[in-house]
């Protein structure tokens, strides 16, 4: 609202004059509740100099000090400058996205973004409304030919992702099955199963080099044991599954398409915040920041489903094989 407030006090005077007490009164309470959030963190932080010279604490200070300045010192109509420095209160979000509250991982993301780029749009939005700047013509074809070209990158990041997710979930039923035949049709290579799913656990929940190295090696001994008593048919399929699985637990997409997905996604944000004028551009740029920023994050989370943190929010379903641990009764 931050954002919004600014805008009507410093471009829609009259209608701004109009509610002018119930303005103040919103921003009261805005500039109340982040002072007592600052208070509050300070007196919790356990070194409170370091919190106040951090970069979080810095912003907490910024979301509010030029506020009472202006309160204080009674600067009033002529301190528009001063006021433009409201607009460090959209900081105070990025000390909520750590953590597991509303506004932790994806969602803190994008709400961070989001609101930078309105704040953003609403000081060029003051600017244009003094003339100072220049006025672009049939805007509105280019910018449909980016957001398709945009619109189809996304989708097929989505569409290889999707797809990675989708061929994870299969192989961990698959290797699930074949555990089970293993199991019940080779007694003598329980012992094995046992350090083997319990290692094929910890892949599947943390993918690191180390991890990769550890399962390949338990799985040559899993496969010289079985071998022992004989070639299973249900090996060879078993052992192609689990080696899709750890070969892909760390795989991502392309980095230089990521790159350069990235990189179109930022030029046409900042096109449609420079270029769109008036309202159409504020909502514009609010429509963009949530769905194509938030579609290029999600498109992200996505392409880690191996990632089980709690900021991740789309991962690969592995209640197949912890049921299989908790029936086995194989305690990791």
Do not use: C
């Not at 997409?253 to 990521?258: D, G, L, S």
């Not at 990235?262 to 769109?276: L, N, Q």
């Amino acid at each position: 609202m931050t954002p919004i407030l600014l805008y009507l006090e410093l471009v829609s005077i009259n209608f701004y004059n109009n509610y002018k007490n119930l303005f103040i009164a919103f921003d009261s309470f805005i500039i109340i509740f982040f002072t007592v959030d600052l208070l509050l963190r300070i007196f919790s932080a356990e070194k409170k100099s370091e919190y106040i010279l951090s970069f979080n604490g810095a912003i907490d200070i910024l979301s509010v000090i030029p506020e009472w300045i202006a309160i204080i010192f009674g600067f009033g109509g002529n301190s528009a400058w001063l006021r433009v420095l409201r607009l460090f209160r959209v900081g105070k979000l990025v000390t909520a996205t750590k953590g597991t509250g509303f506004l932790s991982g994806f969602t803190g993301v994008v709400a961070v973004i989001s609101v930078g780029i309105i704040s953003t749009k609403v000081l060029i939005l003051i600017i244009e409304s003094y003339g100072w700047l220049p006025k672009f013509e049939n805007i509105s074809l280019i910018l449909g030919l980016v957001s398709f070209s945009l619109a189809m990158l996304l989708g097929t990041k989505l569409s290889v992702v999707n797809g990675r997710l989708n061929e994870l979930e299969d192989a961990v039923t698959r290797i699930v099955a074949g555990i089970k035949v293993f199991w019940y049709t080779n007694k003598n290579s329980r012992e094995h199963l046992q350090v083997w799913i319990k290692s094929f656990y910890v892949l599947l929940k943390n993918p690191s080099d180390e991890v990769v190295s550890s399962m390949r090696k338990e799985t040559n001994i899993l496969y010289e044991n079985i071998g022992h008593n004989g070639i299973n048919p249900n090996l060879v399929n078993f052992s192609r599954d689990v080696a899709f699985v750890t070969n892909t637990s760390q795989s991502e997409v392309n980095p230089f398409y990521e790159k350069f997905l990235k990189e179109v996604t930022i030029v046409f944000t900042i096109v449609v915040v420079g270029a769109v004028p008036g309202i159409t551009g504020l909502v514009a740029s609010l429509i963009l920041s949530y769905i194509f920023f938030g579609m290029f994050y999600l498109i992200e989370d996505m392409d880690n489903p191996l990632d089980y943190s709690d900021e991740s929010l789309i991962t690969v379903n592995l209640s197949p094989l912890e049921e299989l641990i908790e029936n086995l009764e194989i305690d990791l």
